[in-house]
């Protein structure tokens, strides 16, 4: 997974410490992408980075927050 895209969701779960369920993370990530709260990256910068809002494919977007959450513990 690429290191911007894993340092954004642990951005948003220390940013977002109620929301538990992958609904909830998705909406705190995809605010946080409109408003550019993460170093000003946008739904475009963050695509380059590999992070996909499409809910074709949410399977990726639940491993890395799955990643991310599994980081975040450890500390």
């Given at each position: ?60 977007l639940?491993?890395?927050i ?10």
């Open positions: 997974m690429n290191k911007i895209a894993v340092e954004f969701v642990r951005f948003v779960l220390e940013q977002n410490p109620n929301a538990a369920d992958f609904v909830a993370i998705y909406d705190a990530m995809s605010w946080a992408a409109c408003a550019r709260s993460f170093h000003n990256l946008g739904h475009e910068e963050l695509a380059m980075a590999g992070i996909s809002f499409s809910l074709l494919d949410t399977s990726k639940e491993d890395l799955a990643q991310a959450q599994k980081i975040r513990m450890a500390e």
